[in-house]
């Protein structure tokens, strides 16, 4: 009822402030039927589960999985596989839109001489697709960065924890655990880049855009 209701107040309010857009009630309605959804969708999961647990539960008599973990680095991929694979949903969908974009922004800037200069003062030339692409690149490293910062300050969570010490009693040396982490972390970081380059080429195929794989 409450979307329903929204609407005719959306509708006097676009008219009082003399909004001629006419896809603005719809653009509201939706955003606030996707609010009610999802609140009526956390009320309802609220009620289908116990208290301290969540609403998928493991099957506690699943037999353990103990296949490639003959190494610590190879524990240590299997406990942060899936925060890459989150890092590379995030930042591959951001790379996917600025491929995306990438002719119309170049397009816009060919067209607009005040910003070509602007960006000519710092060094920049964005009117090839390249050069754009070499722009986002950078802005991009900083999230590499951070990745990479993660994954080191992670390893270094574990240590302060004592978490590492129950591989330290085994035959494994401090200098091989932490080796094995440097070596994971710059081998996820080559992979998220490697993964970004490819979204970003594949959204600017989607606009014929001028870019190449591989030069």
């Not at 600025?98 to 960006?119: E, H, P």
């Not at 090839?128 to 270094?156: E, K, Q």
Request: proline letters at 2%; aromatic letters at 8%.
């Amino acid at each position: 009822i409450f979307p329903l209701v929204a609407r005719p107040a959306l509708q006097e309010f676009q008219h009082v402030a003399g909004i001629l857009d006419e896809s603005f009630v719809q653009l509201w309605m939706g955003r606030i039927t996707a609010t009610f959804l999802l609140g009526a969708a956390a009320v309802i999961l609220r009620t289908r589960r116990d208290e301290g647990s969540s609403t998928v539960v493991a099957d506690e008599h699943a037999k353990s999985d103990l296949r490639r973990l003959g190494s610590p680095t190879a524990l240590t991929w299997r406990g942060s596989r899936g925060v890459l694979a989150g890092w590379a949903f995030g930042l591959g969908s951001y790379a996917f839109l600025i491929g995306a974009l990438l002719q119309s922004m170049v397009d816009f800037l060919n067209d607009d001489s005040a910003t070509q200069r602007m960006l000519a003062q710092i060094g920049m030339d964005m009117t090839h697709p390249d050069g754009f692409v070499a722009a986002m690149a950078t802005m991009m490293g900083i999230g590499f960065a951070l990745y990479a910062c993660w994954r080191m300050g992670s390893a270094r969570a574990e240590e302060d924890s004592t978490g590492v010490e129950n591989i330290l009693v085994r035959p494994v040396s401090r200098s091989r655990w932490l080796g094995g982490q440097i070596v994971l972390t710059m081998a996820a970081t080559t992979a998220l880049a490697t993964f970004c380059g490819v979204a970003i080429w594949a959204g600017a195929r989607l606009t014929v855009a001028d870019v190449s794989l591989v030069h």
